[in-house]
């Protein structure tokens, strides 16, 4: 039985999903941050089960003259790692998105929360670090030993191979992934700025999709992200409403550990799931509601 064939999506609806990272059978078990890491097999059985299912697979904008649901494949941050879907798209044919941050790969920078989790045992404080000093203050030592295959982001000239792709089109994600929360609300211009003039000597193709950094966004962010660019990205979960310029997508962590992809899919479409999710986005972005990440918890453990 195919549980994702039971889904309730009204007519015209579809998935986004969103992956950081892959990993082939073969890699070593990645040392941290292992549960960014979506194993290829698992990742080809989903689409497997999506097609058998009758979905469709599209990019966000392209409506296709058909009623069957419409599900659409995400990459966040720019990870070396993603060229492993290349053949997965190509055999399926699966158009996707690359949103890339330019610092890393103007720099040949591994991940700020790489580079955290690779000395550090404390949990990764996403949204009240200034990610632009700490890549400062990253010793040639430690940038060099996260340069492998595992953890690097793309160079300029695969990004640039990869954008030429039929497969492939690129959005925005800032230049250092800074969260445009709290204090560091003011640096959305700047941030998207030199993104998009980068994102500009990699491709020629206009720059029509963003996606928020974390996921976070206050009611101001979102409102400058939609006065930009044609399509917005959150991860909030649920279903992806076609018409909606505000894509809300799923994303997928490592079937090992956290079940199945399909489980997950089911689970990020449950009511309360989604529930958590925007009590916890409020949270992170209302400095006087920071209790709620408890009361976000609470829901998780209940059910
Ligand atoms: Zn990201």
Partial sequence: MNALKSVDLRQGNGLCLLIHCLKKK????????SNLFIPLEALELLVQQLLE???????????????????SITF??????????????????????????????????????????????????????????????VLPEERKQLLNDQYRPFTFDELKKLAQNRFVR????????QP??????????????????FLGTVTDSPIEDFAFPCGLYTPHAMRQAQQEFKRVYTISGGPWHLNQKVVHR????????????EQQIIRSLVWWNQLKKRINMMAYTQPGLKPLIHAAKAIKSRF
């Fill in 26 to 33: 073969s890699d070593p078990p990645p040392p941290f941050h």
């Fill in 53 to 71: 299912s009758g979905y469709q697979f599209t990019l966000p904008g392209v409506l296709l003259q058909s009623n069957r649901p419409q599900c």
């Fill in 76 to 137: 966040d941050d720019g990870y070396y790692n993603n060229h492993l879907f290349l053949p997965l798209a190509e055999k399926y044919r699966i158009p996707f998105l690359v949103f890339p941050n330019s610092y890393n790969i103007q720099n040949n920078m591994p991940f700020i929360w790489d580079l955290w989790k690779s000395k550090k045992s404390e949990e990764w404080p996403f949204t009240s670090v200034d990610y632009k000093g700490l890549y400062e203050d």
């Fill in 170 to 177: 690129l959005g925005a994600h800032g230049h250092t992934h």
């Fill in 180 to 197: 445009f929360v709290d204090a560091y609300a003011s640096q959305f211009h700047q941030e998207i700025d030199q993104n998009l003039n």
């Fill in 250 to 261: 799923i994303s997928l962590e490592n079937s090992d550990e956290r079940g199945t992809l």
